[in-house]
Nanobody
Framework: VQLQASGGGLVEVGNSLGLSCVAS???????MAWFRQAPGKQREFVAV????????NYAGSVQGRFTISRDNAKKTVYLQMSSLNREDTAVYYC?????????????????WGQGTLVTVSS
């Protein structure tokens, strides 16, 4: 499956931004996640959602500010980000685990989008 992430851009501190990730085919049984990589840093887990959307998990740094959701009919996963700060500046990647495992480890994901850049400025 191919994943296409979009929605990145330049946003001011404290504002909100929404990302989307559209899949080329059905993701009904896949766990879907967002990761990010800031300049000079390793890629890190942001959020994951299970196949049905009933389970979600977040990194501590985004808990309460970011919301992951999905619409399987549209083959799309979303990441709504609010109260953005400069530390959220990164390239954001969506990823899919074909076995439905809702992992926070990037090595567990089989498919990756190309990334979308989010820049938070003060």
């Amino acid at each position: 499956v191919q994943l296409q992430a979009s929605g990145g851009g330049l946003v001011e501190v404290g504002n909100s931004l929404g990302l989307s990730c559209v899949a080329s085919r059905s993701i009904d049984v896949y766990a879907m996640a967002w990761f990010r990589q800031a300049p000079g840093k390793q890629r890190e887990f942001v959020a994951v959602i299970n196949f049905s959307g009933e389970y979600t998990n977040y990194a501590g740094s985004v808990q309460g500010r970011f919301t992951i959701s999905r619409d399987n009919a549209k083959k799309t996963v979303y990441l709504q980000m609010s109260s953005l700060n400069r530390e959220d500046t990164a390239v954001y990647y969506c990823a899919a685990n074909k076995w439905g495992a809702s992992s926070d480890q990037d090595t567990q994901y089989h498919y990756w989008g190309q990334g979308t850049l989010v820049t938070v400025s003060s």
